[in-house]
């Protein structure tokens, strides 16, 4: 499969219908407080294609974080009152986190939301990087920033749900290992909700 066929499979992907996930949907008994109140915030999912494969750039969070500190994930935040949309949110993170400037970005759509554990409701974006980028990790807050390629990613089978205990309770989760990164929780969530569309 070229570079454009996986592109033209993530843009059909995004057409599927789906529901919202969440850091809770592998523990059914978990039961969410009604009423609730989530802060938006968007990450984004950069699809490069421009070393003649197709790779998801990813970034490990600074190990001094407040919150995932160590873990493996996207860039992204909260949505600023300064933002007009949650794209514009991904966009602007991913420049301060990692120097993606804006123009480089295609936005290739999103898919639904995810709830996380921390009380944000994150929408995750997808864009196609064409060309190469002068990468930029944001000093305190990225540690590192790789590139995990897209077939494996994609590939359901290359998926594990495994657990810890959070708060007295047994916490189940998806990890997608890859080489010496170990890639889970919502990271790993959002990326599987994409491998169910891919593959349908």
Known sequence: MTTQDQINSLKAALKETGRPSSDFDLNPSVTLPEGRKLRNAAVLIPIATYSGQTEVILTKRASSLKHHPGQIAFPGGKQDNT???????????????????????????????????????????????????????????????FAAPLPHLMNSENYVVQ????????????????????IWGATARILRALADRVEK
């Open 83 to 145: 933002d007009s949309n949650l794209v514009e949110t991904a966009l602007r993170e991913s420049w301060e986190e990692i120097g993606l400037p804006v123009e480089s970005a295609e936005i290739l759509g999103a898919l639904p939301s995810h709830e996380t554990v921390t009380g944000f409701n994150v929408t995750p974006i997808l864009a196609h990087i064409r060309k190469p980028f002068r990468i930029i990790p944001e000093r305190g807050e990225v540690d590192e920033v």
């Open 163 to 182: 657990y810890r205990f959070w708060r007295g309770e047994k916490r189940k989760y998806y990890t997608v290992p890859y080489g010496p990164y170990y």
